[in-house]
């Protein structure tokens, strides 16, 4: 058996719980930068934070310059700004852009350079300014994950920073946060939290060699995350659809929010897959949502991997309800998760995205290059077979996925197993 997990220091969940948020500041610093969502700037919720801050003893500075797709940019202006007030604490208030803007700002504001000097993995040299995470939608689990996404310019893409020493130090999760989230966005986040439980679940295993934590932030699944992933995928099933149609229902609202956590502490130490190697090009391409094109993927990256994977996906099948043997609900899984997705708004093909067909070549070739995640993919993806799945969830065709030979696997480089 392999156990591994990486995870924030302490972790406070539950309703009304960001009321701890100033003698947990107070413990960790004195001169915070607040980085929060441009939608709370000017907020009651915001003035209140800053008083019970103020009282606590904790000087507060706020960063409100949030934009989605985080450009490299904005997190070194973020950090020269909190360099200019010599603070020794980030706080970050919204969603995974914003915290994802936080922990470059921590690394940033400890570690000098830029943010184009960490990019990979294992290059933050050391530990970071604290970092206290409360996230305001359920769906990035930044709050508790190794990795920043951020958008350069120079490159033209999404650049990923990976190093255990990204993770925050606290994440407080209070549901009561993500009432005002509209239900388009409840609906993205919350299908990308589903794609982490699963993804993580069914991630190559590796061998529990000494070395495997030093040699990669992604390790593969293990018996902790593979418990964590499975009750993520029962929290998000019993809570996300009621979320999206009933927004302040408190129960539903938590269910989102914890399966969301569980999820980004199963894949901060197991990884992502396929799906979110290839979402990179289709999200450039078509300018849409991360979770709405991950969620869009996931049934068929699910259908290409059961043939290596048929005992987990009956066990997800089994999570939603389904009964039978093995064999049968690992074919029924990719349609299970498609239905339940389509249910809360996700599209059911990449054609309904508008993506062309002729595109499906150059954009297996891109997802690919995003080695830490396609290389994570159970079933061994190629040129080949990557475009034939990017076909197939063009065309809407789960059922051409559904192969039953496994793959060769490719020759082991970190101790992998298949």
């Not at 995870?7 to 915070?32: D, H, Q, T």
């Not at 994440?171 to 989230?181: F, K, V």
Request: hydrophobic residues 45%; aromatic residues 4%.
């Amino acid at each position: 058996m392999l156990a591994l997990l990486r995870s924030p220091r302490e972790i406070m969940f539950g309703p009304g719980m960001c009321a701890a948020l100033p003698w947990v500041a107070a413990r960790e610093g004195s001169k915070a930068l607040l980085v929060v969502d441009q939608h709370l700037a000017n907020s009651d919720e915001l003035n209140e934070m800053l008083h019970q801050l103020e009282k606590a003893g904790v000087e507060t500075a706020v960063w409100a310059e949030v934009t989605p797709e985080l450009p490299s940019e904005l997190a070194i202006r973020a950090t020269d700004f909190a360099r200019d007030l010599d603070r020794d604490l980030v706080i970050t208030v919204g969603g995974g852009s914003c915290i994802d803007l936080g922990k470059v700002v921590a690394t940033m504001l400890r570690h000098g350079g830029t943010p184009s000097d960490y990019y990979g993995e294992f290059r933050v040299p050391g530990p970071n300014v604290p970092l206290i995470a409360v996230p305001t939608t359920a769906g990035t689990g930044s709050e508790a994950t190794p990795v920043a996404v951020v958008t350069d310019s120079d490159l033209g893409t999404k650049v990923g920073i990976s190093s255990p020493e990204l993770i925050p130090v606290v994440a407080i999760c209070d549901p009561e946060l993500t009432y005002s989230c509209p239900p388009s966005v409840t609906a993205s986040a919350g299908a990308d939290a589903l794609a982490h439980c699963i993804e993580s679940y069914t991630a190559r295993s590796r061998t529990g060699d000494a070395d495997l934590a030093r040699e990669r932030v992604f390790v593969g699944r293990s018996a902790l995350t593979d418990s964590l992933a499975l009750e993520g995928i029962a929290a998000i099933v019993e809570g996300l659809p009621i979320a999206y149609a009933d927004p302040l229902n408190a129960r539903a609202r938590s269910q989102s929010m914890y399966g969301s956590l569980l999820a980004g502490m199963a894949f901060g130490t197991a990884g992502t897959a396929a799906a979110h190697a290839l979402q990179y090009p289709i999200g450039a391409e078509t300018s849409t949502p991360h979770g709405v094109g991950v969620g869009c993927l996931l049934p068929y990256v699910m259908a290409f991997n059961r043939s290596e994977r048929v005992e987990e996906m009956a066990r997800i099948a089994r999570v939603f309800g389904a009964e039978g043997d093995d064999d049968a609900l690992s074919r029924r899984a990719p349609r299970l998760v498609a239905d339940f997705l389509a249910g809360i708004g996700i599209p059911r093909t990449l054609g309904e995205m508008g993506v062309a067909r002729e595109r499906a070549g150059a954009i297996a070739a891109s997802g690919l290059r995003a080695v830490r995640l396609s290389e994570n993919n159970p079933r061994v993806l190629t040129i080949e077979s990557a475009s034939r799945l990017v076909e197939a969830a063009i065309d809407g065709d789960l059922d051409s996925l559904m192969g039953d030979a496994p793959l060769a696997a490719p020759v082991a480089t970190m101790k992998e197993t298949s």
